[in-house]
T-cell receptor, first 114, second 115 residues
Framework: GENVGLHLPTLSVQEGDNSIINCAYSNSASDYFIWYKQESGKGPQFIIDIRSNMDKRQGQRVTVLLNKTVKHLSLQIAATQPGDSAVYFCAENKEAGGGNKLTFGTGTQLKVEL | EPEVTQTPSHQVTQMGQEVILRCVPISNHLYFYWYRQILGQKVEFLVSFYNNEISEKSEIFDDQFSVERPDGSNFTLKIRSTKLEDSAMYFC?????????????FGDGTRLSIL
């Protein structure tokens, strides 16, 4: 797939365990963040987003935590399943004056072991 | 669930030739984007498009690139004279309203290979 050759950080977890994927973002003015999942041969798939006026947001089996002080974002996946195996990207958007673009991180490869 | 569709899935083109990548954004979305991912690198923003004009573009998006919404459903990216370094996955995305606080939804991409 398109991620061949990427030297990605890799997280290996056992099926049923919780996963935590971390991301350090670069722009202190960024105030909207998104987590995407990318499976081999597919485009980025939206998982969950969070605005900077929040510290935590929960979805179905996923939670995003935002620490603006240290410019850190994390994605927690509860009861990880084999179908969660993919590359996970955080992306940031600066709202006021920042235009429309998303700036992506390098990604983390999540491997779920049976 | 509505999705962004891209064609072709793989395009092979000789260097110097023109190529057009096609996208059908989600039907009620108003903002459209192109990104690319060179093998081994990050997903990079190329251009955003709203109300029939470019709203923002990156330094990558030079005079060789252009975008168009030729009708009510398609959104295209044209590369006029392709170079070897244009080889990459090209992703189209769309969002319902302003991207400030609204997620962009991506297609599965077109793999562009320049020979």
């Amino acid at each position: 797939g398109e991620n061949v050759g990427l030297h990605l950080p890799t997280l290996s977890v056992q099926e049923g365990d919780n996963s935590i994927i971390n991301c350090a973002y670069s722009n202190s003015a960024s105030d909207y963040f998104i987590w995407y999942k990318q499976e081999s041969g597919k485009g980025p798939q939206f998982i969950i987003d969070i605005r900077s006026n929040m510290d935590k947001r929960q979805g179905q089996r996923v939670t995003v935590l935002l620490n603006k002080t240290v410019k850190h974002l994390s994605l927690q996946i509860a009861a990880t399943q084999p179908g969660d195996s993919a590359v996970y990207f955080c992306a940031e958007n600066k709202e006021a004056g920042g235009g429309n673009k998303l700036t992506f991180g390098t990604g983390t490869q999540l491997k779920v072991e049976l | 669930e509505p999705e962004v569709t891209q064609t072709p899935s793989h395009q092979v083109t000789q260097m110097g030739q023109e190529v057009i990548l096609r996208c059908v954004p989600i039907s009620n979305h108003l903002y459209f984007y192109w990104y690319r991912q060179i093998l081994g690198q990050k997903v990079e923003f190329l251009v955003s498009f709203y109300n029939n004009e470019i709203s923002e573009k990156s330094e990558i998006f030079d005079d060789q690139f252009s975008v168009e919404r030729p009708d009510g459903s398609n959104f295209t990216l044209k590369i006029r004279s392709t170079k070897l370094e244009d080889s990459a996955m090209y992703f189209c995305a769309s969002s319902e309203t302003t991207p400030r606080g609204q997620p962009q939804h991506f297609g599965d991409g077109t793999r562009l290979s320049i020979l």
